[in-house]
């Protein structure tokens, strides 16, 4: 039987954070994320976010570096950013 490498350990807080955030290319999709961010980083630096749209223009990606001061807080923000329904996928 061969060991499992277990997956690195993340120490908080851990600033610059990223996160992936994709949904439904819409004009006001950045900052409905970054305001949603804001919400559980105050201090999330905009000019570490990025926007990319899928190569089809049905999608849009919002990229960014946010401080994560634990599990809670991460888990509380994508289940926030799912529920809006808006949000596809949270990376």
Partial sequence: MTD?????KIEFPCADY???VVGDN?????AFVVQTVKGFDPD?????VSVQDSRNG???SVR????ATGEDQL???FEKLKASGRVHMVL
Avoid: H, N, V, Y
């Fill in 4 to 8: 499992t490498p277990e997956a690195p």
């Fill in 18 to 20: 990223p996160i992936k």
């Fill in 26 to 30: 819409a004009d006001d999709f950045m």
């Fill in 44 to 48: 999330l630096d905009e000019q570490k």
């Fill in 58 to 60: 049905r999608f849009r």
């Fill in 64 to 67: 960014l570096m946010m401080t």
């Fill in 75 to 77: 888990k509380l923000m």
